[in-house]
């Protein structure tokens, strides 16, 4: 007889600050019955600007403080930590770590189209993580991609569906759009929050490729042979919490933010 | 007979990232016979949107490193760490700290103007320290304040003369102008870079007060009776120097900057 492990170890999420909400708003969809501890590193966000050493850094004081919590399982929903620091995480740490980039990438593949393009964070265009990722796994569809700074910012200002965001996102998307790009891959987690005004640039014939539920498909994978026993519970750390990034938690889990704490994170 | 002392000391201007520099700009123009330590604290910028707690914490690392270094003054060119920090810094410093707030509000002042605007991040609006300080220093005139999120992401992107600006600019002045503000104060560093779309959007009959030459007068004023003897060089210690932080840096100096240097700050 097959003994099925029970865990109560919650799933450990981890982001630059609360952009991964909109991830773990897929993951609570998918799996009601397990715990989640979602960790935003808000003292130090944004990681979009910053270099490949000093996102490694941090994501691994991140996946240290999560780890010494106890988590069972590290989803980095964070693209920028994703691109640059996956293999370090992955090395450093005793549980399955599952990143962001792989499942959009598949998603996207899903379509079945010939032009892919990609919006993300200069640091996440810049390690060209997509670009390779989308290579390895199939060769066939032509990338492009564009670097969007302002999108975090326009996100957390609450103007998803604004004439400016929309001024923006015509600036960032031309080249994209001139090109007749068939899907865009919304490599950040904060995009998801500009759907309205990113739809209303890209026509409907472009897709949208939000990344959260094939991330939840990618969790469902790595699970094996245990289900869930956890009590549902979420728990928030922040290691900065403003009144900015409570107001912007809320915005994204359409609700006051539960058990919230803030924490310091070990140093490397 | 009176012993001048002369001092081959730095100055040193610290701010939460590039932003600052456009002060250590007007103080070259001002002493160009003095050496200068420039730290901007990239790793962790934006302070804007973080609680003041935080910024404390972050702006006490900032002073004990510029400190080490032996700087014999200390210029706090962060509008948020002036706000929220400065009599934490004054009382840890062994050094003349100058923030640049007082500087501003002064210049303000000295405009005779009925009617004074605030603009600044989220974190100097809420810590309410241009109100207060202009309030104690001349209750006459009015003061109104508003939080301008988008307006850093807006200079680090260059477009300080770009519709998309003018289109933010018009909403976060739009209460000012219809208030028929006087004069407006641009409180963070780098809104100046902002000067072009912000000049269109108040008109010609509103005085936009940089105070980056007023922090020059307050630097002048607590020389005392040293003068300089210092090499003229500038040394630039950043936490994180990513592409985008030396892309910004040189579009403010007009110059890649010199002698950098990527430094760990101590922590408290």
Redesign the interface.
């Known amino acids: 007889m097959n003994v099925r492990i029970a865990s109560q170890r919650p799933i450990g999420v981890f982001d630059s600050g609360v952009g991964g909400l909109t991830v773990l708003r897929a993951l609570r969809r998918r799996f009601p019955g397990e715990s989640f501890l979602y960790l935003g590193d ?3 966000l944004p990681y979009g ?3 490949a050493a ?1 996102v490694q850094r941090y994501a691994l004081n991140a996946a240290r403080h999560l780890e010494e919590h106890g988590v069972r399982l590290l989803v980095v929903a964070c693209n920028t930590a994703s691109s640059y620091a996956l293999p370090e995480l992955a090395a450093a740490s005793s549980v399955p770590v599952v990143g962001v980039v792989e499942p959009g990438v598949r998603a996207a593949l899903a379509l079945g189209v010939r032009r892919i393009g990609v919006l993300g964070t ?2 996440t265009i ?1 390690s060209g993580s997509y670009q390779s990722t989308l290579a390895a796994l199939d060769g066939r569809p032509e990338v492009r991609a564009a670097a969007c ?2 999108f ?3 996100a ?2 609450g103007w998803g569906d604004h ?2 965001t929309d ?2 996102a015509r ?1 960032y998307l031309a080249p994209l759009l001139r090109w007749r790009v068939q899907a865009l891959i919304l490599g950040c987690t904060h995009y998801p929050l500009l759907r309205p005004s990113l739809e209303r640039v890209a026509g409907p014939d472009v897709h949208l490729v939000d990344s959260a539920s094939a991330v939840a498909d990618a969790v469902a994978a790595s699970f094996g042979d245990t289900e869930s026993a956890g009590s549902g519970e979420v728990h928030i750390h922040l ?7 409570l107001r912007v938690a809320r915005m994204i889990l359409e609700a006051p933010p539960g058990h919230l704490e803030v924490v310091t994170l070990p ?1 490397a």
């Open positions: 808000t003292a130090r600007t910053k270099s000093t200069e640091g810049r700074p302002l975090v910012p326009l957390e200002e004439p400016v001024q923006v600036h290691t900065d919490a403003s009144d900015h990034f140093q």
